[in-house]
């Protein structure tokens, strides 16, 4: 019995059954938004 739950073990882990599948790159972008602008960080002042 406890060599059968350990096969059963191994197999799960060599199928890469550890967690949910992760998402396609294509599936993380909606289609038709884009995204466009300026940045910055810094400081200014005087001395």
């Not at 406890?2 to 799960?12: K, P, S, V």
Request: hydrophobic letters at 45%; a negative charge.
């Amino acid at each position: 019995m406890r060599g059968a739950a350990l096969l059963a073990a191994l197999l799960l882990a060599a199928c890469g059954a550890d967690g949910p599948p992760e998402p396609r790159p294509d599936a993380i972008r909606p289609a038709g938004i884009e995204v466009s602008g300026t940045a910055s960080i810094g400081v200014s002042g005087t001395f």
